[in-house]
């Protein structure tokens, strides 16, 4: 009977055996399928985050076009028009009526004293025996006085006026003016905006300002100091 129990045991011993290592075996699996599955869920999670949108794609940036050099490379080319010689190429007549242009009276000096002056002003005729004075002193350096009467000349037609140039003649008379006075043509006095006789401008032989205009009389020290600066 020993021997029979000792053999029942052993069988039920060894089929414990069998059991306890097939479980052992089940749950090893068991767990590598856990495992397995974690994995590949989180490898979709993430392929899933990384996942760019159709709509959500980033805007390719605008090309920058390349700078136009040409804008760069412009310069401003500079005005050659004389705009200083004023006085030379302009009609005026001389007291004979004769027509002729100030470049013919301006040329041939290294300064000119250009007088605008009317036979009705006060103050013009005052200073003109001084003036007279002044171009006889200064002749021999290069400098000429040329008055240039106004009111000679009709504004609207363009004639002269006889009457006019009858009294410029005995004013320079009056006050021993020898230097030559001439009758201006509208145009002149239109481009030179005189709004008030006496107005002097002082030019070189090329008709070019060498100063701004001066307004009004001066007495013969003033005109001096003007005139033997201009000389110098």
């Known amino acids: 009977m020993n021997g029979r129990y000792n053999m029942k045991n052993k069988s039920i011993l060894g089929l414990i055996a069998v059991f ?16 397995t ?21 980033p805007e390719d940036e605008p090309e920058q076009e390349p700078a136009d050099e040409t804008v760069a490379e412009e310069t401003v080319e ?15 007549y001389d007291l004979s009526q004769n027509e002729t242009t100030l470049d013919t009276l301006i040329s041939g000096n290294k300064v000119t004293m250009l007088n605008f002056w009317g036979t009705f002003c006060g103050p013009c005729i005052r200073e003109m025996p001084d003036l007279a004075d002044i171009e006889r002193q200064y002749k021999d350096k290069g400098f000429e006085i ?7 000349v009709d504004f609207d037609s363009g004639k002269i006026m006889p009457e006019i140039v009858d009294d410029a003649k005995a004013i320079m008379k009056d006050t021993n003016v020898e230097y030559p006075v001439v009758l201006a043509s509208p145009e002149l ?7 008030a006789v006496p107005t002097t401008f002082f030019v070189d032989k ?15 020290a003033e005109w001096e100091s003007i005139i033997s600066d201009l000389l110098e």
């Open 78 to 92: 500079e005005d050659t028009s004389d705009t200083e010689n004023a006085f030379a190429d302009f009609t005026v």
């Open 206 to 220: 090329n008709g070019e300002l060498l100063t701004e205009p001066f307004v009004g009389s001066r007495d013969r």
């Open 20 to 35: 306890v290592i097939s479980a052992v075996l089940i749950a090893g699996c068991g767990e590598k399928a856990a495992e």
């Open 189 to 195: 006095i239109m481009s030179t905006e005189i709004e």
């Open 146 to 152: 040329v008055g240039v009467t106004i009111d000679a």
């Open 37 to 57: 599955d974690t994995t590949q869920t989180g490898s979709e999670y993430t392929e899933a985050e990384t996942e760019t949108e159709p709509g959500d794609e």
